[in-house]
Every structure is written in C-alpha cells, then in structure tokens.
C-alpha cells in the first residue's frame, strides 16, 4: 500500500468519518428492518425510516438509493447463512437429498420467522420485476432480486444433485429453485399461520415429486404423500 494510503487509513479524521458512516448504515438499516417488519412495504417510506434512524432523508438515500435497495440489505443476511451452508454440504460430498431436505425446512423457518418482513419483500420484488419488465441483471444493486438471492441456495444444491445424477435432469435447477421460491413467498403471504413444517412439506413434494419421483408415497388418502427414507 502506497505511503499514501497508509497515511489516510491512520488519519484519525478518516477513521471517525468511517466509524459515523458504519454508524448511520446500522441505524438505517435497524430502523427499516423495524418498520418494514411492522408497517409492510407499501406503508413504510424512506422519509419515516430516515427520520427513526435520527437522519436526513438525504443521507438515507446516499446509503441507499431506493427503498427496495435498503429492504433488499435488511433480508440478505437471514439468506446469506443458507448459501454458504448449500456450499459446505456440496465441499463435504454430502447426499444432495439430505442437504435439500434441511435447506427447505431451514428456508421455511427463516420466511416464517420473518413473516412481514418477507411479505414485504415479495411486494418489493413483484413491483421491481414490473419496473425493470425481466429478469434481475446482476449488475443491478438496487434489484431485490439481486440483492436477496433467495434461490441461489437451491439451486447450487440441486444443479449438484443433477450432475451427480442423484436427481433427474429436468426440470433445470434454475426453474426448479425459481419455482419453488416463488411458491414459498406466495404462500408465505397469502398463508400465514401455515407451519413452516407444512409448508416444508409441500416444496419437498414438489421438489421431489419432479426429480426424485421414487420417493414419494402414492396413497389413496388426503395426507401428505412425501417421506423421506430414514
């Protein structure tokens, strides 16, 4: 590093403008997590996150542009934790059967834990995927759909399975992890006070039913036909 830069990185002027930036991120991002987990996303504005936060909404929006950008920063750590867990189990030679099993049921407790915080989010990502009129562009960071890459986690564990050959092909794993995180959000919204056991249950069935059709249980009663082999 330049003497420069090692200069400034010591310049106790730099530090103090450095630790009050970190400090007003974290006040931002608590006092949204707080509102959009009370008041939803159509209710909660920038101007009354910026005002609990003890901040311009000026400074709000140079931390983060738009609301969908500051929501998108509140949700990725709860997802954060999943990927890396889909990453270890495919290092560790894991079954791709067990690990999608324990990532669905993780990903159902996260969403229901957070439930109008993750409400919030779909209506965030549903107006964003009307504004932009396609799929996410990497490339932009203020797409909640970039931000929070719900189906990232899935979709690594599955392609994995698919190339191993512990999982039928087709449907890909992009559809796949798409659908089914779709159909976790909608539910997550439209159904409360289902269990994250129940609606565990059903992604599974899904999941399987397409790329592991041997194990589930075909019977003639209304209960859940997925059961997993111990």
């Not at 539910?187 to 599974?204: F, I, K, M, W, Y």
Request: with cysteine; hydrophobic share 40%.
């Amino acid at each position: 590093m330049p003497a420069s830069d090692e200069s400034h990185e010591d310049d106790p002027r730099a530090r103090a403008a450095r630790t009050k930036r970190d400090r007003t991120r974290r006040a931002l991002l608590d006092a949204a997590d707080s509102a959009f987990g009370s008041r939803g996303w159509a209710r909660t504005r920038m101007e009354d996150i910026a005002q609990s936060a003890g901040v311009s909404a000026a400074t709000a929006y140079n931390h983060f542009p738009t609301k969908h950008a500051l929501l998108g920063h509140v949700y990725q750590p709860l997802v954060r934790p999943l990927i890396v867990q889909a990453h270890n189990d495919i290092a560790a030679g894991r079954s791709m059967l067990d690990a999608i099993d324990d990532q669905v049921r993780a990903l159902c407790r996260v969403t229901d834990r957070n439930h109008e915080l993750t409400a919030a989010l779909w209506s965030a990502v549903q107006e964003y995927t009307i504004r932009v009129g396609g799929a996410a562009d990497p490339d932009d960071q203020d797409d909640p759909r970039t931000l929070v890459p719900i189906p990232e986690a899935l979709l690594l564990l599955i392609a994995h399975g698919q190339e191993t050959g512990e999982l039928r092909p087709y449907p890909s794993a992009l559809e796949m992890s798409t659908l089914v995180v779709n159909l976790l959000l909608l539910r997550s919204v439209n159904r409360p006070g289902e269990t994250p056991q129940t609606t565990a249950e059903l992604l599974l069935t899904v999941i399987f039913g397409s790329l592991r059709p041997d194990l589930i249980l075909i019977t003639d009663s209304d209960e859940r036909p997925f059961r997993r082999a111990q």
